[in-house]
């Protein structure tokens, strides 16, 4: 599954849109609920570290989506961090059912 990605206010390298497509394809792949994959990626305060602010939303019907933010000194590491949060969200809506 093909993440929508939207880098906000600078151009996403394709490196990093190899990575969250990978990323998110394994997280699709052990939740076959999940249907759409919405990322978000964002710079803030450029002059500090820990700047990289990186926003995943997950569509899983039928309950409602599922989202994480977080911020860190990389896009990779931000997404990781996201990405982390949002398997423990999936792991309980599994565990309900």
Known sequence: MEAKI????FDASEKLV???N???EK????????TEVEVTL????????MNKEAAIQLAVP?????FASKTADTFEEAVDLCL???E???EKIKAKK
């Open 6 to 9: 939207k880098a906000i206010h």
């Open 18 to 20: 190899a990575f969250i």
């Open 22 to 24: 990978k990323k998110v």
């Open 27 to 34: 997280i699709t792949r052990r939740f076959e609920a999940v």
């Open 42 to 49: 964002k710079v803030v305060k450029p002059e500090t570290a």
């Open 62 to 66: 039928p309950t409602d989506d599922l």
């Open 84 to 86: 982390d949060a949002l």
């Open 88 to 90: 423990k969200q999936l």
